[in-house]
């Protein structure tokens, strides 16, 4: 979660790590968006390509495409 992280350390920052190393060991990956409504931060748009993983919004998050 790129809001959350222990105490002392920046939440994107924690997030931005995780996600490169989620990428350094390719591992498949996808950044599920589940902000809804008319204020977004837009954070899981950035994080997918640093993870190296697929960005779906809940609205595209369908067995088809998981499968693609």
């Known amino acids: 979660r790129a809001t ?3 105490p002392g350390e920046d939440p994107w920052s924690a ?5 490169g190393a989620v990428r ?6 996808v950044v599920v ?7 977004r931060i837009g ?8 993870m190296g ?3 779906l ?3 595209e ?6 499968d693609a």
């Open 24 to 29: 350094r060991r390719r591992v498949g990956a």
């Open 15 to 19: 997030a931005m790590d995780a996600a």
């Open 33 to 39: 968006d589940a902000e809804v409504g008319p204020t």
């Open 4 to 6: 959350a992280a222990p």
């Open 53 to 55: 993983g697929r960005y």
């Open 61 to 66: 998050l369908t067995a088809p495409a998981l």
């Open 43 to 50: 954070l899981a748009r950035e994080l997918a390509p640093a």
């Open 57 to 59: 919004t809940l609205a």
